[in-house]
Nanobody, 123 residues
Framework: QVLVVESGGGLVQPGGSLRLSCAAS????????MGWYRQAPGNLRELVAV???????SHADSVKDRFTISRGDAKNTVYLQMSSLKPEDTAVYYC?????????????????WGQGTQVTVSS
């Protein structure tokens, strides 16, 4: 089984910065993609940013030039650096790991989701 854990959420003023962390653990040989999603009250969950095993990234238009997804030095960790935060960025942020192989010969599994971390942007 795979466990995904996020951390780093909190309350921040508009214009401020915050960094979210995500770590996937368990029996993992490789992960194809790890991504950040968010869900505000009354809204559907939406993609924020994703990073592939080769390091390619993609960011939603709403966060481009403000948010950056990156891989950590520790295996199977990713970060979301958020700057110039706006009240509309307020949401629960979820991390997921998709295309997970437990062993080199295993089939791909996922996505696996974390429990989410609350980000509130307010003065």
């Amino acid at each position: 089984q795979v466990l995904v854990v996020e951390s780093g959420g909190g309350l921040v003023q508009p214009g401020g910065s915050l960094r979210l962390s995500c770590a996937a653990s368990g029996t993992i040989f490789s992960i194809n993609t790890m991504g950040w999603y968010r869900q505000a009250p009354g809204n559907l969950r939406e993609l924020v940013a994703v990073i592939t095993s080769s390091g390619n990234t993609s960011h939603a238009d709403s966060v481009k030039d403000r948010f950056t997804i990156s891989r950590g030095d520790a295996k199977n960790t990713v970060y979301l650096q958020m700057s110039s935060l706006k009240p509309e960025d307020t949401a629960v942020y979820y991390c997921n790991a998709d295309g997970v192989r437990a062993y080199s010969f295993s089939r791909l599994r996922g996505p696996y989701w974390g429990q989410g971390t609350q980000v509130t942007v307010s003065s």
